[in-house]
């Protein structure tokens, strides 16, 4: 018996927003979607075109509230390719939201915030 | 400039019971850790033996208190080779807390109420 990553989720509050973010920050590019004809909720899935990995991204028509994002410090950790290029991006897109040089890490926060860590290439 | 998935973190609270559920669950092994000789902290990475993406947790020592999980709804889903004996499997473990019969999918919780969704392999 075997298990395997597939997904993981997070719910957003503006759905397109979201995938903009994801596309512009990060190059992530819609793969697929459930939509029921009544429901009250999207779900899309960005790819990154490298990896079999997925984000879910859940949108409830009827939130409008913030989510309350916990304090357990979940993210999701991306490799750029090119990490100085990236970093260059990011600032520029006001995103960057913490630093840690000494680590050679950054994050950035996407429009719900939820930390998206970039790492280099190793 | 590319990005791609490597890993999403969740911090916990317990790290030896969360490697052993991880482990007895759903077959998840250890791949890597950091541990600062001085450090407040554990940073353990788990593999699933098949893809390149990872599940970090990360323990903080001093915390005591259970993590405020938030209501975004984050978790991470898993795609099972065989889902009728992983149903079997979690079912005994006691840790199936949602189960979608319509939906072909069930949920199970993490030691620290992290919930994993498991899919069957389509």
Redesign the interface.
Known sequence: ???????????VRDLDKSLAFYRDA???HEVGRIEPEDGGFVIAYLG??????R??L?WLRDRTEP????????????????YD??YA?HKEMGCVCYENPQMGIYFIADP?G?WV???PDK
């Not at 018996?1 to 719910?11: G, P, V």
């Not at 990154?48 to 990995?53: F, I, M, R, V």
């Open positions: 018996m075997k298990f395997r990553f597939d997904h993981n989720n997070i719910n990060v190059g992530f990154d075109g490298a990896t079999g990995h984000l879910e859940t989510y309350n994002l916990g304090d357990n410090e979940f993210h999701l950790a991306l490799v750029a390719d090119d290029a990236a991006r719900d939820y860590e970039i790492l």
